[in-house]
Nanobody, 121 residues
C-alpha cells in the first residue's frame, strides 16, 4: 500500500487545517488508518486512528475534541480535520496503515511521507 499525505501548512493558533491521505495499491489489505505526528526534537506519537470499514475511531488525549479523523472509502482517502490548533500541535504529520488491527498504534507499519503543520502563536 502506498500512502500520500498532503494538506499541511502554516496556520495561526486557533485556526484549522485538514490533512488528507490517499491510499493506493493493495488497499483491500487495510484494516485501519492512522495519523501520527513528530514534533521537533521529540519522538513520533499517535494522534488518531479509524477502522477502514465501519465508523470506529480512536484519539490521543492530546487531540481529542479538537481533531476528527474520517475516511472516504470510495476515494481510498483518510482525512484529519484539525480545529482549535495550538502551537504545540506543530509537527510533521504522517499517515499510516495497519493490516492486523486498527486500535493499537504499534500495529501501524506502512507509512506515508509526512506533511508539515506549523501553528504560530
Amino acid at each position: 500500500v502506498q500512502l500520500q499525505a498532503c494538506g499541511g501548512g502554516l496556520v495561526q493558533a486557533g485556526g484549522s487545517l485538514r490533512l488528507s491521505c490517499a491510499a493506493s495499491g493493495r488497499t483491500v489489505s487495510i484494516y485501519g488508518m492512522g495519523w501520527f505526528r513528530q514534533a521537533p526534537g521529540k519522538e513520533r506519537e499517535f494522534a488518531a486512528a479509524i477502522r477502514w470499514s465501519g465508523s470506529s475511531t480512536y484519539y490521543a488525549d492530546s487531540v481529542k475534541g479538537r481533531f476528527t479523523i474520517s475516511r472516504d472509502n470510495a476515494k481510498n482517502t483518510v482525512y484529519l480535520q484539525m480545529n482549535s490548533l495550538k502551537p504545540e500541535d506543530t509537527a510533521v504529520y504522517y499517515c499510516a496503515a495497519a493490516k492486523l488491527g486498527w486500535g493499537r498504534p504499534e500495529l501501524y507499519d506502512n507509512w506515508g511521507q509526512g506533511t508539515l503543520v506549523t501553528v504560530s502563536s
